[in-house]
């Protein structure tokens, strides 16, 4: 029988507690950080968990090749499938349905268990043990462990960006592999530390991510200096903060303009360095914003390092 937090009270030791309590005191630190204005790196945070949540699984796809597989283009399987852990990631909530629907994000089509817990917690503990239990007790045919990363990085996230745990988690897999495997043999104590010290790791990381993406926008606030305010460009580079690889389908009910007014402010980012053309392609042609992808990918970069 898998433990639960009705029963795992007396199998925690004193340490386990104190350095769950040290996490829980960093994160809540973390959170107070962000502010409204930070509100539009919400999606990036959640790319950059998505990223390493992928990664974890062994899917191998770097920002731009997740950003074209989300278009729908061609694309290999792993950016496919990282694509999916993505769109699980930015709509990923904390109720048994929400799970449900997360999990449909990942495996379309899949099973639905009859039963799921209740995961919506704050304290760290019964947020590990439920952690723990969506990836060892295997409620779904596939991508448990995505599911449950991405409701983790939803638990652990504040008001205004989702907590990016996956980087953490990224720093030692084979440590979170066997703390799964230990709380399923009836061991709760390694999970724990082993969440507490992701937790420490990816603050300092998603620090640098969100001092990447400030830079990242201040730049790309100078680059548009003498666009007219009300130009549909500006409200382009507001939409590609969120959705840094674009194609002239998303554009165009994004700005709710015509397809000449949508190529035409994508000009203006590509003239201004914001966006850059994926390649010399006319069909399925896409754009990347150089910015916004290389703070993912560095942000991975230095989980894995």
Do not use: C, K
């Not at 599911?147 to 745990?165: I, K, M, N, S, Y």
């Not at 937790?199 to 993406?213: F, G, V």
Request: negative net charge.
């Amino acid at each position: 029988m898998l433990l639960t937090p009705a029963n795992i009270a007396a199998t925690l030791e004193p340490a386990t507690l104190e350095a769950s309590g040290a996490a829980a005191v960093a994160l809540e630190g973390f959170r107070a950080e962000f502010t409204a204005d930070d509100a539009p790196f919400a999606a990036a945070f959640a790319r950059a968990e998505a990223a390493a949540s992928a990664a974890l699984a062994g899917f191998e796809a770097d920002a731009r090749e997740t950003g074209i597989a989300e278009l729908g283009l061609a694309a290999s399987a792993d950016a496919r499938n990282a694509a999916s852990v993505l769109a699980a990631t930015l709509h990923a909530g904390v109720s048994p349905r929400d799970i449900v629907g997360v999990h449909e994000a990942i495996d379309p089509g899949g099973d639905t268990p009859a039963e799921l817990p209740d995961v919506a917690q704050s304290m760290l503990v019964p947020v590990a043990l439920g952690h723990a239990w969506l990836v060892a007790s295997r409620p779904f045919f596939l991508g448990n462990g995505r599911t449950a990363r991405a409701v983790l990085a939803a638990q652990l996230g504040g008001p205004v960006v989702p907590f990016p745990v996956s980087g953490g988690l990224l720093a030692d897999p084979a440590g979170y592999r066997s703390a799964i495997e230990a709380y399923a043999a009836g061991d709760a104590n390694p999970i724990v530390l082993v969440l507490a010290r992701a937790i420490e790791a990816a603050i300092d990381n998603a620090r640098d991510l969100a001092t990447a993406l400030a830079i990242t926008r201040d730049e790309w606030e100078h680059a548009m200096i003498g666009v007219r305010s009300h130009a549909s460009s500006r409200d382009l580079a507001a939409v590609v903060l969120e959705h840094p690889v674009i194609d002239a389908r998303l554009t165009v009910p994004a700005l709710g303009v015509t397809l000449a007014a949508a190529y035409t402010a994508i000009e203006t980012l590509v003239d201004r360095g914001i966006l850059v053309s994926r390649g010399p392609e006319r069909r399925n042609r896409a754009w990347f914003a150089p910015g916004v992808l290389d703070a993912v990918d560095a942000f991975v970069a230095r989980a894995a390092a």
